[in-house]
Structures are given as structure tokens and as C-alpha cells.
């Protein structure tokens, strides 16, 4: 087994957001990954959980133990105990490491209530036989006095019968092209292997609203959407309305005193606008006046957060200044960014062959994403998006767009996509198609009209069924004029599957549409079909479902072990539906004796392994199923819905199988990150 002890070279290296994106890199291979935080950081925030354990745990569901604490350490030290403590430390690795192929172990980080961490770094990497990455940060000082560091350090490591020291990640890099792999040597005494070098990125250091009034004791006056606005710019308004205008953009925190009117109503009519302000913040302790709050009640109404502070213009923009803009534990969509993002720049090749082959190949959540933008990404495809001026829908159009996911193509008029974009403050590709639903309606009434002729469509109908533009967008579809379809952010998941069933219809050999959800559990992604689709499925369509979901699954790279689910395990059980589930199992089995397929199973005989062994001791599924197909629709979305919010995992569905051409549904709550992954998903779909 491997293990990387990560060993900072100073404070504020951001070594928390290293071990985040490590995680996710291993992750990413199929490697069961251990972590451990042997000694609790001084923490500046109130008592509570590590913050690095706790990150860890919300951001990749890694429970680990909980570290020592200083006082302990410190304590120990001064008695001259360290071989105790290191015993303690092995004690909590061991514990760490069970049934992992990969372990990281998170160093103390150097300060001036902590001088002696390079000295106990030492001792755990030693006694840990962890193999050492150095990790540092290159945010404004010359590469030179950088290197200088890092020489150091390393020579703490450098003797030979001291740990191996493996590499080098450079965080917070404002000029990469200053350390690349062809920097060397990075030492004066040999070579470092760089296995990454992280490039500052503003975005990821932006603090919620909320933060910031926690950090700042700030008095609530309207939290509005505070707990998801970010703070990316502070704009200090000292200046007359018509030179601050300019300056009103999304996540900008004004910065006012509570007595300019003017400044508060130009900040109200921008919010009003669509302008997502991370907020007011009104200084020098001067109530805006209830008349003036009443005049803003739009904006307040619409989600703009209002704070107050005592000090003055100049203290508080001094005290924004030096908050902490460490990762708050609650703050699980910042620490995944950071996470994915760091993860992208680690040399990922390298770190996989020093790990080896995991001992069974699984796909974990961060795999199972990084898999499908990566396919994605390779396979090129156009995707048509009706609902081509809903906010979110056009922000995850643009990503996708910018990281070569789709090609999207967006069904609005151009001026309400850059109205969006303006008040969302979004970087509209050059390259992201637009296409005026107007001016390409009528290419499709005659196609329409030849598809539907069976149920005496005319022209004038064809022309109306287009005015809705999920059907629009079907015809482009059926056209072959688009690759996939996605919707559903702003319709119900029937407006989105009635026009593929009507204009698509089934692929050759398939006998009806049924879907799948990919479930993001914390250490392992499953499929579950049929979720959204067929009611009461015969025991012949369900021999399909089961057979199209694990054809699904390995599509996307889950080895599919299918459950068959029912109340009753084997034979224990009888009546009507447990023989339906039989049947099924036979008739699938029968069409893929290739297939690994079990049934009937109840739920925690599928998934749990002692419960597996116990009830189904001879089934090659019980206890290791990745694909869960249930009787019915009642039972299926029931029991997903209750996973997704019970688990609190990510699911990404429905995927719709079984039509001509990929069409997918999205959950009208769906966030950005959801709609990404859905197009993402119906690209590798329209590839296959």
C-alpha cells in the first residue's frame, strides 16, 4: 500500500485544498483512498470538528479519525515523549489505512504557535514509511527566493536513510510558465519531480455572503440569498451614483454607509435587474432609513443581502481584507470546486503507477465525473438546449462550451441570452451557437409533418406542436441536425419526454423507453432503473430494463452486477410480484448468460455484503450490485428520492434508454453543476 505524506513548505500553502483535489485524483483511478490528519491545526474559528477531516469527510465521504490535539502534542514533546506520540499517530494511521489502497496523511503546517512542525513531520513520514510530497505556495514571491524554500526543506528529507521524498506541488501560481516539468533542476542538488503546479484561481477563494457576516459580526438586516452569494470584489462607494453604476457587478459587495440613500436604491434597482451583488454591507453604524427599505423591498424580496456594521468605511474595508478565506466545513460546493480543480493540474499518470492496481476495480463519484467530461470532451457532440434563455441553463451552456464538453446550441433569441449573460455576469464563448427559434421553425413543419402522418398531422398543427420548443428542438433531433436534447430546468419531465416518444421513437430491437439514475453514493456510484418512466412494468419489460440498465453502466464504465429487487430473496417468499421479479431474472439470464444478474433480492441483500453472504450465500450479486432494477415505479422513485436526500448524494437522471437518439430530463431544481454533467452524460450517450 502507498502513502504521501503531504509536507508544507510555510503557512498558507493551502495544503487542505491539495489533500482535496489528491483525494479526487485517486479517486478518479478506482482507488480506495484513505486520509488522515494526525494533529489537529490551531483554529482560529470556535472549537468544533477538524476542519481538514471534516472537508474531507462532506466533500469525498471519507470518514477518518480524529486528530490529536496540540495541547496533547505538545504536552508529550515536552516530556521528551515522542516515541509515544508516534506510537498514538501510528495507532490512528492503522486505522486510517483499513481496506485502503492509498493513504494520504496531511502534515502540521509551521507557525509561531507550532515552530517544532517540520521536526514531527519528519518523524511521521519516517515512521509512517510514507513516501514525501513537498507542497508549497508561488503567489507573489520571484521563483527564486521560492526554490530557495523548497532547497530547505527538502534537505530535511534528503538523507539516505530518511523518507523519499517523491515531488513537488506548487499551489496559488499566478505565472505557471515560470515552473513547468522542464524547470529543472528544481533543486541545486538534482531534481524535483513537479506533480503540480496549481494556478491561482480568484473565484475559488470567494467566501459566501453569510461568511463574511459571520466573520465580521455583522448585524443581519435582510440575509436574502446570502448562505449562496459569494463574495468575489469589494467595491468601497464613497463616490457620486453615476461613477458607482459601472461598478455594480455580480459578486461585488458594495460597501456604504448606512446614510447614502442614493447608493443603497443603485444597488436595489441593479439587484432588481438581475444583477446577483453579493450584497450591502453598510458601515459606520448608521441605520438605513425604514422609508428607503421600503422603496427596496423588490430587491430584498429577490434574494439581496443587506448587512451592517459599526466601524467605518476604512476599518471595515481593512477588516475584508484580511478575512480568512480558508474553506468554511459547511461550505461543501466551494470545497468540490476546489477539489475538482486542483485535481485537473496534478500529474495523475504518475501518481496512478505509484500506486499501482487497486485491489477491485470500483467507480467512485469523482472518477465517475472526471470520466464523463473527459468522454465527453472526446466525443465531440452537438446538443440542443431549448430552453435557451433560463439562467442556469445558459451559464452551464457556456462552461461547456469554454471546456470543449458540446458543442451547445441554445434555442432563444440573442439579445435574451446576452441580457442573461449581462445580469449574470457570464462569459458567453464566442463560438456558442444561438439560434433564433423564429427564423427556424419552418425547416421542420414538412419533416414533422411526414413523421406524424400517421396520426394526420398537417402543416398548420406542425406549425403550433414548433412554437414549443422542446418539440422544436426534438425535430432537430430527429433531423439529425443535433446529437442530444436536454431539458427540463424550466418543464415538467413529461413536456420533455412526450415529443421523443412521439417524433423519435424506440431504437431497432427495443421494445419500450425506460430510464436510469446514476446515484453518487460517498464511495461508489450504482444505477437504479426504471425511476421516472413505466409504472408497472410486465416481467418481460422488466427483463428489458434489466438488460438496457447494465448495458447503460458499462457504457460508463460500472461493471454491471444487476440486482433484481423484490421483497423476498430467492425463495423465501411467493406471491404475484416476487414471481414476476422471477421471471424477469429468468428471461434475462436467458437473453445474456454472459450477464451477472441475481433475483429476486431484497434491497440489503443487493447492496450489503454480510447481509449478501447471509441470505444469498451461493449469488455472485448479493452484497456487490451495481445496477438496482425495481418492480415498479412506485417502489423505484420512492426509494431513489428517499437515497438522494437521506444519503445526500448527487444523483444524475433520468437518463432515458431505449429511444433513437438521446434525450434527457432534468429536475427543474437542477443546479449548473447538474445540467453540465447532464449534457455531459447525453454526449458520451449520442457517441455510443
Avoid at 430552453?387 to 451547445?408: D, L
Avoid at 413543419?445 to 406524424?452: F, G
Avoid at 429476486?600 to 450465500?617: E, H, N, R, T
Amino acid at each position: 500500500m502507498q502513502t504521501f505524506f503531504l509536507a508544507p513548505t510555510d503557512f498558507g500553502v493551502g495544503l487542505t485544498s491539495i489533500s482535496l483535489g489528491l483525494v479526487g485524483a485517486l479517486e478518479r483511478a478506482g482507488l480506495r483512498v484513505g486520509y488522515l490528519k494526525p494533529i489537529a491545526q490551531v483554529r482560529r474559528e470556535k472549537p468544533g470538528p477538524s476542519r481538514a477531516s471534516e472537508l474531507i469527510a462532506r466533500t469525498h465521504g471519507l470518514s477518518s479519525p480524529q486528530p490529536l490535539q496540540r495541547a496533547e502534542v505538545e504536552k508529550l514533546l515536552a516530556d521528551g515523549a515522542l516515541d509515544h506520540l508516534l506510537e498514538q499517530i501510528v495507532s490512528l494511521y492503522q486505522e486510517a489505512a483499513r481496506d485502503k489502497d492509498v493513504v494520504i496523511v496531511e502534515g502540521m503546517v509551521q507557525n509561531r504557535q507550532s515552530s517544532y512542525a517540520s521536526r514531527v513531520n519528519f518523524h511521521l513520514a519516517k515512521s509512517l514509511d510514507a513516501g514525501v510530497i513537498l507542497v508549497s505556495a508561488a503567489e507573489d514571491e520571484p521563483s527564486s527566493e521560492l526554490l530557495e524554500r523548497i532547497e530547505i526543506l527538502a534537505q530535511l528529507f534528503a538523507g539516505p536513510n530518511d523518507p523519499e521524498l517523491l515531488g513537488l506541488i506548487l499551489n496559488k501560481v499566478r505565472e505557471p510558465a515560470a515552473f513547468t516539468v522542464h524547470h529543472a533542476p528544481l533543486l541545486k542538488n538534482g531534481g524535483l519531480r513537479l506533480l503540480g503546479c496549481i494556478p491561482w484561481q480568484a473565484e475559488l477563494n470567494a467566501p459566501r455572503t453569510s461568511d463574511v457576516a459571520d466573520l465580521l459580526g455583522a448585524r443581519v438586516i435582510n440575509a436574502g440569498d446570502f448562505h449562496h452569494r459569494r463574495m468575489q470584489k469589494i467595491v468601497l462607494c464613497t463616490r457620486a451614483v453615476a461613477n458607482t453604476v459601472h461598478l455594480l457587478k455580480p459578486g461585488v459587495l458594495i460597501v456604504t454607509s448606512g446614510d447614502r440613500a442614493d447608493i443603497i436604491i443603485a444597488a436595489s434597482l441593479a439587484a432588481m435587474n438581475g444583477v446577483p451583488l453579493a450584497g450591502l454591507l453598510l458601515c459606520s453604524d448608521l441605520p438605513p432609513d425604514a422609508r428607503i427599505m421600503e422603496l427596496c423591498r423588490g430587491a430584498l424580496q429577490a434574494g439581496l443581502p443587506v448587512l451592517s456594521v459599526q466601524t467605518g468605511a476604512y476599518d471595515t474595508a481593512t477588516n475584508l481584507n484580511r478575512l480568512s478565506r480558508e474553506i468554511p466545513i459547511d461550505d461543501r460546493e466551494r470545497a468540490e470546486k476546489v477539489a475538482d480543480f486542483v485535481a485537473e493540474y496534478l500529474d495523475g499518470d504518475w501518481l496512478r503507477a505509484r500506486c499501482g492496481q487497486p485491489r477491485e476495480v470500483r467507480l467512485s463519484p469523482p472518477a465517475f465525473r472526471w470520466q464523463l467530461v473527459k468522454r465527453a470532451q472526446a466525443a465531440g457532440k452537438r446538443i440542443v438546449l431549448p430552453e435557451g434563455s433560463e439562467p442556469r441553463t445558459v451559464q452551464a451552456a457556456a462552461i461547456c462550451q469554454a471546456r470543449g464538453i458540446a458543442r451547445c446550441v441554445l434555442l432563444a433569441k440573442r439579445e435574451e441570452v446576452e441580457a442573461v449573460a449581462r445580469a449574470q455576469g457570464i462569459d458567453l464563448p464566442a463560438d456558442l451557437e444561438i439560434l433564433d427559434p423564429d427564423l427556424i421553425r419552418e425547416n421542420y413543419v414538412a419533416p414533422m409533418v411526414e413523421l406524424r402522418k400517421s396520426k394526420s398531422l398537417n402543416a398548420p398543427m406542425a406549425r403550433a406542436q414548433l412554437d414549443d420548443l422542446v418539440t422544436l428542438g426534438t425535430m432537430m433531433l430527429a433531423q439529425d441536425d443535433v446529437d442530444g436534447l436536454v431539458s427540463g430546468a424550466a418543464h415538467t419531465t413529461a413536456n420533455t419526454i412526450r415529443p421523443a416518444l412521439q417524433l423519435l421513437k424506440t431504437a431497432p430491437g427495443i421494445a419500450l423507453v425506460s430510464s436510469v439514475f446514476f446515484m453518487l453514493l460517498p464511495d461508489q456510484v450504482v444505477v437504479y432503473g426504471d425511476c421516472a418512466v413505466n409504472p408497472d412494468p410486465s416481467a418481460e419489460e422488466l427483463a428489458e430494463i434489466a438488460l438496457l440498465s447494465a448495458e447503460s453502466a458499462a457504457a460508463f464504465g460500472i461493471e454491471p452486477r444487476v440486482a433484481m429487487l423484490s421483497y423476498s430473496t430467492g425463495h423465501s417468499g411467493s406471491g404475484a410480484d416476487v414471481e414476476k421479479v422471477r421471471k424477469a431474472t429468468e428471461l434475462a439470464r436467458a437473453a445474456r448468460p454472459d450477464l451477472l444478474i441475481d433475483g429476486p433480492l431484497q434491497y440489503d441483500a443487493a447492496a450489503i455484503a454480510s447481509v449478501g453472504q447471509q441470505k444469498a450465500p451461493n449469488s455472485k450479486v448479493a452484497g456487490r450490485a451495481t445496477v438496482f432494477i425495481f418492480p415498479d415505479l412506485n417502489t423505484g422513485n420512492t426509494t431513489y428520492k428517499a437515497v438522494q436526500r437521506s444519503a445526500n448524494c448527487l444523483s444524475v437522471g433520468p437518463m432515458l434508454q431505449g429511444l433513437r437518439k438521446p434525450v434527457n430530463d432534468l429536475s427543474r431544481g437542477a443546479l449548473v453543476d447538474d445540467i453540465i454533467y447532464t449534457i455531459a452524460l447525453t454526449a458520451v450517450q449520442a457517441a455510443r
